[in-house]
C-alpha cells in the first residue's frame, strides 16, 4: 500500500465518517447475518446474469435510511430501486444525490464467498462529493472526500514515488461486456504489461487495489454508477486517474464506454498508450 502512515485521518464527525457508519450497520444488521445463509428463494435474477438477493433489498433501505438522517436534502438513488424504476437515474445532476449499491458483487455474495462491498457516494450537481466503500468481511473501509483526500481504515493514501516499468505493472481487464473488436488491443496489452488478472466481478474490492498500488490498473466496459462513483473519488484522491480510453474524465452518469483506472497519471499514460498500439 503507497499510504503515508504518519498522517492518520482525524477522528471526527466528518462526513466520510458518518456514510462509514451507515454501511457498517448496515453490514453487521443484514448483510454479515445472512452470508452464507441464504435460502434458494432470496436469490433471484433481476436479468440474465444479474443476481439479486433479499440481503441487497433491505440493506439497501438501511442505508437509504441513514443517509437520509446525514442529508435529508438529498435524493436517494439505489441499485435495487433502479432496478424496478430506471427513470430514477434521469436527474443525477440535479441537486444532492446519495447513490446506493447495497451490495456490489452479489454473484459472489450469493455464492457464498468473498468478494462483496457495500458501497454510498454523495453526488452534487453532477459532482462526486464523498464516498465510502465497505468489505464487511476484513472490515476494510475505504473514504474519500473531494479535495480532503483518501484513506483506507483510517490511513491516508498517498502516490507512489517510483514509477514501474510497463513489463512489471499487473492490473485488471474485465471480460464483461467486453466488446469484440477491441480484443487484439487487449491480446497486445497483455504481452507488454506484467500481469492481467481477471475482474471478480466486484468493483468495490478491485479500486482500493488500483489506489492502493497492489494492481497498478484496471479496465472496465460498463461503468453504472453504482459500481464507479464510489471508487472513481477514491482513486482520485489517492492521485490516480479514472477517465475514458480517449482521455476524457469520468463523468456520473454515462455508463456505456470502456474506463481505464491507473494508480497515477504516468501508469495511465503508459496503460493507455499499450492498448492503442
Not at 15 to 37: H, N, S
Not at 149 to 165: C, D, K, Q
Amino acid at each position: 500500500m503507497s499510504a503515508n502512515r504518519s498522517a492518520p485521518r482525524p477522528q471526527d464527525s466528518s462526513l466520510p465518517d458518518a456514510i462509514g457508519a451507515v454501511l457498517r450497520e448496515a453490514a453487521a444488521t443484514v448483510v454479515m447475518p445472512r452470508f452464507q445463509r441464504l435460502g434458494a428463494d432470496e436469490i433471484e435474477e433481476k436479468s440474465p446474469g444479474d443476481l439479486v438477493t433479499s440481503a441487497d433489498r433491505d440493506a439497501e433501505a438501511v442505508i437509504a435510511r441513514g443517509l437520509i438522517a446525514i442529508r435529508p436534502d438529498a435524493r436517494v438513488v439505489g441499485e435495487e430501486a433502479c432496478a424496478r424504476d430506471p427513470s430514477l437515474l434521469d436527474r443525477l445532476g440535479d441537486g444532492a444525490v446519495w447513490v446506493i449499491d447495497p451490495i456490489d458483487g452479489t454473484g459472489n455474495y450469493a455464492a457464498g464467498r468473498a468478494p462483496f462491498a457495500l458501497m454510498a457516494v454523495l453526488i452534487e450537481g453532477g459532482e462526486i462529493v464523498a464516498s465510502c466503500i465497505l468489505d464487511p468481511v476484513t472490515d476494510r473501509l475505504a473514504a474519500a472526500e473531494r479535495g480532503a483526500g483518501a484513506w483506507i481504515n483510517g490511513v491516508r493514501l498517498t502516490p507512489p514515488t517510483a514509477m514501474p516499468m510497463l513489463d512489471a505493472m499487473t492490473g485488471i481487464v474485465s471480460s464483461f461486456a467486453r466488446p469484440a473488436a477491441i480484443e487484439q488491443q487487449i491480446t497486445a496489452l497483455a504481452r507488454q504489461v506484467g500481469e492481467v488478472a481477471p475482474t471478480r466481478r466486484c468493483a468495490g474490492d478491485e479500486y482500493p487495489l488500483v489506489a492502493t498500488g497492489a494492481r497498478h490498473f484496471a479496465l472496465y466496459w460498463r461503468t453504472l454508477v453504482w459500481d464507479h462513483a464510489p471508487g472513481v473519488l477514491l482513486l482520485r484522491e489517492a492521485g490516480g486517474v479514472a477517465a475514458r480510453l480517449d482521455g476524457r474524465a469520468y463523468r456520473v452518469g454515462d455508463p456505456s464506454e470502456a474506463m481505464l483506472l491507473a494508480q497515477t497519471p504516468a501508469i495511465w499514460d503508459a496503460v493507455a498508450g499499450a492498448i492503442r498500439g
